[in-house]
């Protein structure tokens, strides 16, 4: 039984979930619950849960009292796992069952997969398979800024994270990019080299089905590292060791109304989420670690503190690399977006000099659903940044009209904007060519990003009125 075909299994009991009155965003959360406990059975790994707390403790119940059953082993495991992953998996449960008949039919649901097929072609991937699915079902929401893997893996594989070293991603998500950078390290290295010199990993989530989600399939994959259920624009991630990678694709949008502290180690206040997170990969890189940051395109060319962002960023590391993404890559979310690649200098070493930008937008076909991206769309960039991960390899002007030099003299020329452009324009595609519901989506997401630009205002206005 292939991956494709165990998590279609598998998801289609999500349709049991949607009888049972479950909203969408929970459906993962509660499958989770569930395939853990199998999984563990499955892997001999029930050395992990409590006494009472198995799949097979589970289904003793069929003839009667499941659902109660169900509901204090959650609460068991939540509190008395002898290991912390699971004991985080497990962290405030809450099932959103109502009946038990619709339980039962998930757990018979289950059990009734061919497990020793699926350990063998990798849990972890089947796991991965279900996460991508549910993205591919949220029309809006929670899928609207999922990354798409081509993309990641390009990132990754540019970045050629290696052994022994700690790999971030500070707003980790479902752990999409750490996933990839594991699975990068594993073809490159002989499993006896990774078990000498493991990678560490650190993933921080602030939301917590997410954080969920994100432990699970690093469980699943092997991976062992820091995972923090929290904010690392907050103190929340200041015990973390410097990394060697970043890697990360952070919300998009403004920060307004929270009351927990800021940073006070970010030397640009602002209410605006992508430039705090830009400030922390660039901060918190090790002397020679690397990154790569999606960004939406606002933060190339915004005045004020955006600039002086930028300028502050090319002084402290050597920003290297500007890949411009194809629109309408982020399913429902009608923003352009880049990925700034840059390194943070050894002592003696030069920063930002020249910034090569590879222009994949311009006179490109929009990917969305239907027309998808793939691995060979980022193919001619991956050839071009070069071999080098910190993107020091001789480059080619002439190799490739999308791919260009600025020198740093010419950026300062122009304010520090990299918002670089030198292709003319051809024909634009036309807002009706996209589907209606992505159409809609975009203009919901519009006005939520300006509801929430207009409330980070307030909240800066508010704190420089309380400083007075």
């Not at 009292?65 to 992953?85: A, Q």
């Not at 809450?94 to 990798?122: C, M, P, Q, Y």
């Not at 904010?231 to 307004?256: Q, R």
């Not at 890949?323 to 009608?334: C, S, T």
Request: hydrophobic share 40%; aromatic share 8%; charged share 25%.
């Amino acid at each position: 039984m292939s991956i494709p075909v165990v998590s279609k299994r598998i998801w289609s009991l999500c349709h049991v979930l949607r009888d049972d009155g479950i909203v969408f965003h929970k459906f993962l959360s509660e499958l989770t619950y569930l395939l853990f406990l199998k999984i563990a059975e499955e892997t001999g790994r029930e050395d992990l849960l409590p006494d009472g707390c198995r799949w097979t403790d589970l289904t003793a119940h069929q003839d009667g009292g499941m659902l109660g059953y169900y509901r204090k082993m959650l609460t068991i495991l939540g509190e008395d796992s002898p290991d912390h992953v699971v004991r985080e998996i497990f962290r405030f449960p809450t099932t959103v069952f109502n009946h038990e008949e619709n339980l039962r039919k998930v757990v018979d649901g289950i059990n009734a997969i061919d497990w020793h097929e699926a350990k063998s072609d990798g849990l972890g991937a089947v796991y991965e398979s279900l996460l991508q699915r549910s993205v591919a079902e949220a029309r809006s929401g929670a899928g609207q800024y999922f990354t798409p893997r081509p993309l990641v893996d390009a990132m990754v594989s540019v970045l050629q994270p290696g052994l022994g070293e700690t790999i971030q991603d500070p707003a980790a998500g479902t752990a999409g990019f750490l996933i990839s950078a594991q699975e990068y390290i594993a073809c490159k290295h002989p499993e006896v080299a990774r078990k000498k010199k493991p990678p560490h990993y650190q993933a921080v989530e602030i939301e917590g089905d997410t954080y969920r989600l994100c432990l699970m399939n690093m469980f699943l994959h092997g991976m062992e590292g820091e995972f923090i259920h929290g904010d690392a624009l907050t103190d929340d991630a200041a015990a973390l060791k410097a990394p060697d990678v970043i890697v990360a694709n952070p919300p998009f949008g403004s920060s307004a109304g929270g009351a927990r502290a800021r940073r006070s180690d970010l030397p640009f206040p602002t209410s605006n989420k992508q430039l705090l997170f830009l400030q922390h990969i660039y901060l918190a890189l090790k002397p020679g670690g690397r990154a790569a940051v999606v960004l939406p395109d606002n933060v190339l060319f915004e005045e004020g503190v955006g600039r002086r962002v930028r300028t502050h960023l090319m002084e402290t590391c050597d920003v290297h690399t500007l890949l411009r993404l194809p629109n309408g890559i982020f399913y429902a979310a009608d923003v352009k977006t880049s990925v700034l690649f840059f390194c943070r200098p050894r002592h003696g070493e030069a920063a930002t000099q020249r910034i090569w930008v590879y222009d994949m937008r311009t006179n490109m076909q929009r990917f969305r659903k239907g027309r998808n991206l793939t691995n060979e769309v980022f193919a001619d960039f991956v050839r071009l940044y070069g071999p080098d991960p910190l993107g020091r390899s001789p480059r080619d002007g002439a190799a490739d009209p999308r791919f260009r030099e600025f020198h740093r003299d010419e950026i300062a020329e122009r304010h520090d904007n990299l918002d670089l452009r030198w292709l003319s324009e051809g024909r634009r595609e036309e807002l009706d060519e996209r589907e209606p519901e992505e159409i809609l989506a975009a203009l919901v997401q519009t006005l939520k990003s300006a509801l929430g630009d207009v409330e980070g205002i307030a909240s800066d206005l508010d704190r420089v009125l309380d400083a007075d």
